[in-house]
C-alpha cells in the first residue's frame, strides 16, 4: 500500500473510533416523574472544548426548556438518559427526574473533545 492509501485508511479508522466513543453504549432513560407544573429554561453554550457550566442544576418534576448554541467551534449535545440531542439552535422539552445526567459533545469536535463534558442534577 502506498503512503497516501496508509494515511486515509488511518485517517478513516480514527474518525470512526471518535464517532463510537461519542455515541457511548446503550443509553439508559430517565425514570418517568409526575410535572410539578414548574417551567425552567435551561441554556447551553458550547465554545472549545468546554461548555459554559460544569454543572446545570433543577428540580425533580420541572419541565426543562433546554436550548444549545455554539459560541465558538463546531458541537451538539447529547443529554445521556433523556434521549435528548442537540446541534446549535435547536431545543428540546423534558419532565426532569431526579439524578445526575451526563451532557457530552456529539460532534467530533478536536483533540478536546473526550473532555468536553458537563453535568445535569436534578435535585
Known amino acids: 500500500?502506498?503512503?497516501?492509501?496508509?494515511?486515509?485508511?488511518?485517517?478513516?479508522?480514527?474518525?470512526?473510533a471518535g464517532l463510537l466513543a461519542a455515541c457511548?453504549?446503550?443509553?439508559?432513560?430517565?425514570?418517568?416523574?409526575?410535572?410539578?407544573?414548574?417551567?425552567?429554561?435551561?441554556?447551553?453554550?458550547?465554545k472549545d472544548f468546554e461548555f459554559d457550566q460544569k454543572e446545570y442544576r433543577v428540580k425533580a418534576g420541572d419541565t426543562v426548556n433546554v436550548s444549545f448554541v455554539n459560541a465558538q467551534g463546531m458541537h451538539g449535545i447529547d443529554i445521556?438518559?433523556?434521549?435528548?440531542?442537540?446541534?446549535?439552535?435547536?431545543?428540546?422539552?423534558?419532565?426532569a427526574a431526579p439524578g445526575e445526567y451526563d451532557i457530552v459533545c456529539n460532534i467530533m469536535c478536536g483533540t478536546g473533545h473526550s473532555q468536553m463534558r458537563s453535568k445535569l442534577i436534578v435535585e
Open 1 to 16: 500500500m502506498n503512503m497516501r492509501k496508509i494515511t486515509l485508511v488511518l485517517a478513516l479508522a480514527l474518525t470512526f
Open 24 to 46: 457511548g453504549g446503550a443509553e439508559q432513560s430517565a425514570p418517568a416523574v409526575e410535572p410539578t407544573g414548574n417551567t425552567v429554561d435551561l441554556a447551553i453554550e458550547a
Open 80 to 95: 445521556v438518559g433523556y434521549n435528548v440531542k442537540l446541534g446549535d439552535g435547536d431545543t428540546a422539552t423534558f419532565v
